[in-house]
C-alpha cells in the first residue's frame, strides 16, 4: 500500500555497469530523479543526459555586479569623497583597483552563490530531507549504487517504476516517504525557533571571538607573539653590561658575501688595484646609466664638468682632461668609493660592480672627446671657485 506522502520509489544496484545502464534508462522518460554512488562514476552526466548547470550564469551575474559596485566605491572614495595624491600616483589608479576587484568577484560569486543554493533550492531553514538516515541512503554510502525517481515527476507510475526497476537488474526497490512533520511543511524564515536560534548563534560566536581576540591572546602563554624578548630603537638593555640595546659588529667581523675595502689613500689604490671588468656592451650601458644618475649632477652628461646644481654646490671638474686620463683606474675607485674634498663617497650607494663600469664608461668619454686643455689640480679647483662665484 503506497501512503499519501511518498517522496520517491528508490532502487539499488550492485555494480556500476548496471546503475549506468539505469540511469540511460530512466532519464529518457523521468526528469525528477538522481543518481548516488559511493565514488564518481566516469561518464554518469551522459548517462543521465545532465544539462550544464544554470548556477554558473548566477555566480558570475552577482560577481560581476559586486566587483563593479566595488570599482565604483573605490572611485567614489579615492576621486570625489576624499581625494589624494599618493605616490603621484592619479586619483582612479586602476591598475591598483585590480586585484581588489579580482577577489571580490571570486568571494561574493562564490559565497552568494552557496548563499543562494541553501536558501533557495535547499529551501533554508528546513535541514531535513526525506533521504537523511534512510536504508537507501546508508547503502549508497558504503557499497551499492543507488537510483530514485520522485514522485512529483509528470510520468509517475509506482508499479510501471517497481517493475521497471526490477527489469533493469535492481536488487532492491524500495519507497521513500517524508516524515510526518515534512508532508505540509512550508519555508518560514520567521520560525521564533529558527530566529531564536540564529540570534542565539550569533551571541555565542560573537562573545567566542570577543574572548579569544581581548582575553586569551593576553594569557600566558598565548601571548607570546607579544612578548618577545626584543628592543626597540634606543631602549636601554638589561642584558648587555654596558646598558646599549643596538650592538655593533665584533672588530674584524665581515658580512658573509662581502669583501671590505682595505685601502686608506688614493695611493695605494693607484697601486695595488687593477679594473677585473671588460669594456663590454652591457657594461658600459650599466655605467652610463649610473653615471648619469650619481655623477652627472655635478660633472655634466658628458663629464665635462657642466654642473645641473645651480650654485648649490661647487661644480664638479672636466674627467676628460689630460690630468684625469692620467688617473689609474684605482684611483678613480678609491675616488667613487672614499670620495674626495667636498665630495661624499658612495660605498653604500653603488656596488663594486657598478664602480667599475662608471669607470669603464668615463674611459670611453675621454676617447670619444679627446684630450681637451690640459689642467693642473690646482687650475681645476681654481675654476670651480670661480664658476661658483658666478652662479652666486
Not at 658580512?255 to 677585473?276: E, L, V
Not at 670611453?364 to 689642467?375: R, Y
Request: proline content about 6%; charged content about 20%; hydrophobic content about 35%.
Amino acid at each position: 500500500m503506497i501512503k499519501e506522502n511518498l517522496y520517491a520509489i528508490s532502487a539499488l544496484f550492485d555494480t556500476p555497469d548496471s546503475i549506468m545502464k539505469a540511469a540511460d534508462n530512466i532519464s529518457t522518460e523521468y526528469k525528477r530523479f538522481d543518481v548516488n554512488t559511493p565514488y564518481p562514476v566516469h561518464g554518469m552526466d551522459d548517462a543521465m543526459k545532465l544539462t550544464p548547470s544554470r548556477i554558473g550564469y548566477f555566480t558570475i551575474s552577482i560577481g560581476l555586479f559586486c566587483m563593479s559596485f566595488m570599482l565604483y566605491f573605490m572611485y567614489w572614495s579615492n576621486s570625489v569623497d576624499y581625494p589624494q595624491v599618493i605616490g603621484g600616483k592619479p586619483f582612479f589608479a586602476f591598475p591598483a583597483y585590480v586585484p581588489i576587484m579580482f577577489e571580490i568577484t571570486i568571494l561574493t560569486g562564490a559565497v552568494l552563490s552557496v548563499a543562494m543554493m541553501i536558501s533557495v533550492l535547499f529551501k533554508f531553514p528546513n535541514n531535513a530531507h526525506p533521504l537523511h538516515d534512510s536504508g537507501y541512503m546508508k547503502a549508497v554510502s558504503s557499497d551499492k549504487y543507488g537510483i530514485y525517481v520522485e514522485a512529483k515527476d509528470s510520468n509517475f507510475d509506482y508499479s510501471k517504476l517497481e517493475k521497471q526497476f526490477k527489469e533493469l537488474g535492481a536488487s532492491s526497490v524500495s519507497p521513500i516517504y517524508y516524515d510526518e512533520e515534512e508532508v505540509d511543511w512550508k519555508p518560514n524564515t520567521w520560525d521564533p525557533k529558527f530566529v531564536i536560534g540564529t540570534i542565539g548563534i550569533a551571541i555565542l560566536t560573537s562573545f567566542s571571538v570577543y574572548m579569544h581576540m581581548n582575553k586569551v591572546l593576553f594569557m600566558v602563554p598565548f601571548d607570546w607573539m607579544m612578548n618577545q624578548e626584543r628592543a626597540d630603537y634606543g631602549e636601554t638593555s638589561e642584558f648587555f653590561a654596558d646598558g646599549y640595546s643596538m650592538r655593533v659588529a665584533p672588530v674584524g667581523t665581515i658580512a658573509r658575501g662581502f669583501i671590505p675595502y682595505q685601502y686608506d689613500s688614493p695611493d695605494s689604490a693607484s697601486k695595488y688595484m687593477t679594473n677585473p671588468t671588460v669594456a663590454s656592451e652591457h657594461n658600459l650601458e650599466l655605467g652610463q646609466r649610473k653615471f648619469l644618475t650619481y655623477c652627472s649632477p655635478c660633472h655634466g652628461n658628458m663629464a665635462e664638468g657642466a654642473s645641473r646644481l645651480k650654485g648649490n654646490m661647487p661644480p664638479g671638474p672636466d674627467l676628460r682632461t689630460e690630468f684625469y686620463q692620467n688617473f689609474t683606474d684605482g684611483r678613480f675607485y678609491h675616488t667613487i668609493t672614499k670620495g674626495k674634498g667636498i665630495m661624499a663617497g658612495y660605498e653604500s650607494q653603488i656596488t663594486r660592480e657598478e664602480r667599475w663600469a662608471i669607470i669603464n664608461y668615463i674611459r670611453t668619454l675621454q676617447k670619444a672627446f679627446g684630450t681637451p686643455v690640459v689642467k693642473t689640480e690646482e687650475e681645476i679647483a681654481e675654476n670651480s671657485e670661480t664658476k661658483t662665484e658666478a652662479s652666486e
